[in-house]
């Protein structure tokens, strides 16, 4: 196999700031899709888009009906690919679910969600993850500062910044039932986080992020250029997040769900190789290796 040249170093004895070296916006200005040049310029821009009604209202009550089914369903829960949260027990996350739900399957293929992924990254796409997050209310857990790419390069192998995620609320999201925060701009610049990946690492890292974490030096840093943004909105709406976003979210300690469907889109162009910073890629129901376009 042909080495891959690595452009993001990251897991050494030292913690690497490296510029983006990939574009943000794969495709021409004129592309034809659902997003306006507007949106694609901001999306370039910010390094995320927010969208008020993706889906509709009716489209919600389906999908958080299956959500619902999927977490009551006893089979689901003892299924390697549903996350428990370790103090309540309750299921805080469900990956693959495009693969265990045919309803879930059918979002994936919705022109207004893989036409935009399509337009973004300039080429057929693959599905590289997806997950369904419950994060009910009275103390759910957040997820701390990251970069998803930052794991994907390591971890699962991805060589290019060509992947873009959406996040589609399936319940409202508050300024306080720990809601999606980004750092605009942030996507520039890719953070080369130390420290060896732990073998396993995934199993810790679903619950708790450890091993690709950000110093809160570097943190600090990073918010103070860039500031932070907060996403709310209506169930339906909506957050499209370029792959080297900083990220992360609070705790839910409100009574308030703050339910989503979480779908990563690669480009077929972009396929995985081996883990650059991990002795083994990830299981594939987490870090897909079936490249299959979506149609």
């Not at 452009?7 to 050494?12: Q, S």
């Not at 310029?41 to 209202?57: Q, V």
């Not at 997820?143 to 994907?152: I, K, R």
């Not at 073998?199 to 974490?213: E, R």
Request: hydrophobic letters at 35%; charged letters at 25%; aromatic letters at 10%.
């Amino acid at each position: 196999m042909t080495a891959v040249t690595d452009l993001y170093p990251t897991r050494g004895a030292m913690e690497v700031a490296t510029p983006r070296v990939d574009p943000v916006v794969w495709s021409d200005p004129g592309a034809p899709g659902p997003l306006q040049p507007s949106e694609l310029s901001d999306f370039d821009r910010d390094g995320f888009l927010a969208i008020d009604e993706l889906i509709t209202p009716d489209e919600v009550a389906v999908y958080r009906a299956e959500l619902d089914r999927l977490v009551a369903d006893p089979d689901v829960r003892a299924d390697e690919r549903s996350i428990i949260e370790s103090k309540s027990q309750d299921v805080r996350s469900v990956f693959e679910v495009h693969r265990i739900s045919e309803v879930f399957a059918n979002l994936v293929r919705d022109p207004r969600v893989v036409g935009r992924a399509r337009q973004i990254l300039g080429s057929d796409v693959y599905v590289h993850q997806s997950r369904i997050n419950v994060k009910p209310g009275f103390g759910a857990s957040g997820f701390y500062w990251h970069s998803d790419f930052e794991t994907w390069h390591a971890e699962d192998g991805l060589p290019n910044m060509r992947t873009v995620s959406v996040s589609i609320a399936l319940t409202e999201n508050y300024d306080t039932n720990g809601g999606l925060m980004i750092m605009p701009g942030s996507h520039r610049t890719f953070l080369g986080c130390s420290g060896e990946t732990p073998k396993d690492n995934y199993k810790k890292s679903l619950q708790m992020q450890d091993a690709g974490t950000p110093s809160d030096e570097a943190l600090a840093g990073f918010a103070d250029k860039h500031g932070i943004k907060l996403f709310t909105g209506k169930a339906g709406s909506a957050t499209w997040f370029d792959c080297n976003c900083m990220h992360g979210s609070g705790d839910n300690i409100t009574p308030y769900w703050r339910s989503n469907v979480f779908i990563v889109f690669n480009s077929v162009e972009n396929t995985a190789v081996e883990p650059f910073a991990a002795p083994v890629p990830r299981p594939a129901f987490i870090g897909a290796r079936d490249f299959t376009p979506v149609r």
